[in-house]
């Protein structure tokens, strides 16, 4: 791959006249830092921390740095874990932080930020960015770039039932959802407003997006226990869900409406291109990430910029919440992040710090990699179209929804990989087919399973 630079050397300088042989300078050792990331070597993405590792060697002259692709997380961690992992390492989803974290595969850099060569996490980065760098009071990641997920609508279809913008409420969201929804003469849905359901045209984040517009908590603040039963809002949520399929879909039959459902999304468009059921209109809302954006608008090809004629007219807003807390937390979303840290079987420790908060504070490569992929940067210089990055006028939504002070992730623990957002995914899943009748059972036998799964890992 990359590159090998030769350290400049003096040479020793015998004086002609004196006999007086003149020592060289020691030469600094010269230290190789290796980068592992999840993309493709040779693609832009890859090129673009290419580039920024030679900036990094540039500015110091005892570091060579090595970016090698193709390794996604779980690589890495194994990698690791057998004693031969790279000095850094990229995971591609914050929700696996805690996992990085809790086992001690990326090192504690509570010492490194706070000392002589730090950084200011608050004036550098985002607050939710900066959320998803730690873990039970361990911090062992930097922040990239933000994955945001908000809440996408159509303008032409909410304009054409006298709605002007979003819904701000899950009670708006209930009664513009029935405003939108048609019927054919079956009683088939040929078109419908939004839809809470786990599994379908959400990421497989439908429980995330349902606990989020309740406010609903995964963890205790220093994530040691689930909230799961604890939390009464997460109860709340999953009563909310339902009612609202019975009364939007079922005239008030929560089974019916889930027939109806499951038929609609039966008959779903291709979800990936320009057939997608957003894209033709057959559903007017959802929540979705940023990055759905560059498929709505260029279909296939997944560019965002130029978005000069989207292929639907679209806003985006942070999700509809319950009324209780509109005050507080509407405009919020979640905020994930490209995430960095540093191995514990790394041998230059503080060669990689230099390097890993070189990556993470380079302009240029945030810049670059938000103009290409959407994503907003984490990195505060680098934000906005006043300090260069470029995106389409509607895109501003998920701009105000990362800087949004209830933005974030939830608190992150050590479950694995994430168990703990499969398993409320499962629930729901469980919920809306029918096979789980009683929630309050559900989510106390959610939250005791995760918590056996802390127990075990933390211990």
Known sequence: MKKTRLAAGLLAIASLFGGL????????????????????????????????????EANNSNINVVVQGNK???????????????????????????????TGAWKNL???????????????????????????????????????????????????????????????????????TKFDSAGNIVRAGYIPWAGA?????????????????????????????????????????????????????????????????????????ANNDFVTGRLAMLSHADWMASMFCSGDDWTLNPCTHPLVNMGVAGFPVDPS??????????????????SRGSAHVNEAWTVMKGLATDKTLSLSWSNLTGDPSSLLAARGKANGAVYPAFYQGFYDISAHPKSGYHVLANTGEHLEESGLQDLMSAWQAGSQ???????????????QILKRNNN
């Not at 230290?31 to 999840?38: D, G, L, M, N, Q």
């Not at 913008?165 to 959802?177: A, R």
């Open 21 to 56: 042989l003149t020592a060289a300078p020691a030469q600094a050792t010269q230290v190789t830092v290796t980068v592992w990331i999840p993309w493709d070597t040779g693609s832009d993405y890859y090129n673009m921390w290419n580039a920024a590792a030679t900036r990094i």
């Open 72 to 102: 996604d997380m779980a690589v890495s961690l194994a990698a690791i874990n057998a004693g031969n992992g790279p000095d850094i390492s990229i995971a591609n989803g914050v929700g696996n932080v805690g996992w990085f974290c809790g």
């Open 110 to 180: 509570n010492v490194l930020i706070a000392g002589p060569k730090g950084i200011n996490l608050n004036k550098t980065f985002t607050k939710a960015s900066i959320a998803g760098t730690y873990s039970r009071g361990i911090r062992c990641a930097l922040p990239f770039s933000s994955e945001i997920f908000g809440f996408y609508y159509n303008k032409t279809l909410l304009k054409s039932v006298g709605w002007t913008k979003p819904p701000t409420t899950t009670t708006e969201l209930k009664t513009l959802s029935k405003k939108l």
């Open 201 to 273: 045209a959400d990421n497989d984040m439908g429980s995330m997006f349902l606990g989020a517009m309740f406010g609903a908590q995964f963890f205790d603040p220093m994530g040691n226990a689930s909230s799961f039963y604890n939390d009464k809002r997460w109860e709340k949520a999953f009563r909310w869900q339902k009612s609202f399929i019975a009364d939007v879909y079922g005239g008030g039959d929560f089974n019916k409406g889930s027939r109806r459902i499951k038929k609609f999304f039966a008959t779903a468009g291709g979800f990936w291109g």
């Open 325 to 342: 807390i509109k005050k507080t937390n509407y405009g919020a979303g979640i905020v994930g992040a490209n995430t960095m840290g540093i």
């Open 437 to 451: 009748t009683n929630i309050t059972k559900g989510l106390q036998e959610l939250a005791a399973h995760v918590n």
